[in-house]
């Protein structure tokens, strides 16, 4: 495994999708808030739009369909869904291997499009909350991704220099974040496909 301390001073993971293999249970939480709603959300758009905030997907997918609802109801109760199914998600093992095997040698932080609180709770169920000094959520900063603040701001409380810090993502938003806040990034599709 490559020692990674070696050549940076801290590393940020994504979480849905990069660290946790949270999106299949995502979409299936996806698929049932939005079809009580009427509201379609195919499998492709909703890879596509992995790091959008759930209220901006809402409001976004109502007004292309012609519907009233209450994005930020509708997102809490999507996240509900998502709490219910929680034991399902299992990590991203190599990316998990990764941040094991540095966590002893410099700090790391979690930079996600999802709330704080859930992505908190996703590294708890899965036992490596403890394995990270900061946790950056949507609502911790005033841009998402594919903005660069959620990667600035969690450069910033572990102590590390943006441009000393090496990212993990799997979608072009997080990518683009990342490398706009001056980091490092690899496409962590790279390491489940062994390339």
């Given amino acids: 495994m490559q020692n990674l301390h070696h050549h940076y001073d801290g590393l940020i993971f994504d979480m849905d999708g990069t660290l946790a293999d949270t999106m299949p249970t995502h979409f299936i939480a ?7 709603q009427g509201i379609e959300f195919p499998e492709d758009r909703f890879y596509a739009l992995g790091g959008v905030p759930a209220v901006r997907i809402i409001q976004m997918l109502a007004e292309e369909q012609g519907v009233l609802v209450d994005a930020v109801q ?5 996240e509900a869904l998502f709490l219910e199914l929680l034991q399902e998600v299992r990590p991203v093992l190599p990316v998990k291997a990764i941040a094991g095997f540095h966590r002893e040698h410099i700090p790391m932080a979690i930079a996600t499009g999802s709330q704080k609180w859930v992505a908190e709770k996703i ?3 899965l036992g490596i909350r403890d394995w990270f000094g ?14 660069p ?3 600035l701001r969690a450069a910033e409380l572990i102590g590390v220099r943006p441009e000393r810090c090496h990212a993990f993502e799997d979608t072009e938003l997080g990518m683009e974040a990342a490398r706009r806040a001056g980091m490092e990034v690899v496409d ?4 489940k496909n062994g390339g």
């Fill in 30 to 36: 996806w698929s049932r808030s939005m079809a009580a």
């Fill in 134 to 147: 900061a946790v950056v959520g949507a609502e911790c900063v005033p841009n998402p991704k594919p903005a």
């Fill in 123 to 125: 590294l708890r169920s």
């Fill in 74 to 78: 509708l997102a809490d109760e999507k």
């Fill in 149 to 151: 603040d959620v990667y």
């Fill in 188 to 191: 962590i599709h790279t390491l």
